[in-house]
């Protein structure tokens, strides 16, 4: 029986862990953010039994975890300022889709936790508005503006042409 509790949250780990990135922004604090989550998951008295139930209560519990540590350490001003200044200044010169896929990421890391946040849990993560809505405790409405606004503003710095070209300077370089 623990055997069987213990392996019910595997699938759902890529996901928690992508989500807890997608917060802390940085991989050492999200894996303690993802384990602390995966322990109070395991050590917990009444589990949800549907697994759609199941998922978003692991999601709920990753980021309540992450609102107590960031109220409790102060970092909600900071945070800000230091995803900002963690942007790649110079992206690398690959092909096309690598350096289209460097521009959404850095346009990704740019927005607000609140877009970064929604926008994780609906496009990356994959859960429906409804789930998304009960997941952080809002109508679906909100979820939806919210996804709305997210996306637009992820346009919005993605038609800036944040990243550079550096092929004319390739052959510079042989």
Same mark, same amino acid.
């Given at each position: 029986?623990?055997?069987?509790?213990? $392996?019910?949250?595997?699938?759902?780990?890529?996901?928690? !862990?992508?989500?807890?990135?997608?917060?802390?922004?940085?991989?050492?604090?999200?894996?303690? =953010?993802?384990?602390?989550?995966?322990?109070?998951?395991?050590?917990?008295?009444?589990?949800? &039994?549907?697994?759609? %139930? !199941?998922?978003?209560?692991?999601?709920?519990? =990753?980021?309540? #975890?992450? #609102?107590?540590?960031?109220?409790?350490?102060?970092?909600?001003?900071?945070?800000?300022?230091?995803? %900002?200044? &963690?942007?790649?200044?110079?992206?690398?010169?690959?092909?096309?889709?690598?350096?289209?896929? =460097?521009?959404?990421?850095?346009?990704?890391? $740019?927005?607000?936790?609140?877009?970064?946040? #929604?926008?994780?849990?609906? &496009?990356?993560? /994959? !859960?429906?508005?409804?789930?998304?809505?009960?997941? #952080?405790?809002?109508?679906? /409405?909100?979820?939806?503006?919210?996804?709305?606004?997210?996306?637009?503003?992820?346009?919005?710095?993605?038609?800036?042409?944040?990243?550079? &070209? !550096?092929?004319?300077?390739?052959?510079?370089?042989?």
């Amino acid at each position: 029986m623990q055997a069987r509790i213990e $392996r019910r949250p595997r699938p759902y780990h890529a996901r928690l !862990f992508a989500y807890a990135v997608a917060l802390e922004r940085d991989r050492d604090r999200a894996q303690d =953010l993802f384990q602390e989550c995966i322990a109070r998951a395991l050590g917990a008295n009444r589990v949800p &039994d549907g697994e759609p %139930a !199941f998922r978003a209560w692991l999601f709920v519990i =990753l980021r309540n #975890i992450w #609102i107590d540590q960031s109220r409790s350490s102060g970092r909600t001003a900071e945070l800000e300022e230091i995803y %900002a200044a &963690d942007l790649v200044s110079e992206p690398v010169s690959l092909e096309t889709v690598l350096v289209e896929a =460097l521009a959404v990421r850095q346009a990704y890391a $740019r927005l607000s936790v609140e877009h970064r946040e #929604i926008l994780s849990l609906v &496009d990356v993560s /994959g !859960f429906t508005y409804e789930e998304a809505a009960a997941l #952080i405790s809002v109508p679906r /409405g909100t979820v939806m503006s919210r996804v709305s606004r997210a996306r637009r503003a992820l346009a919005a710095l993605l038609e800036q042409g944040n990243v550079i &070209d !550096f092929a004319p300077y390739r052959d510079r370089l042989k």
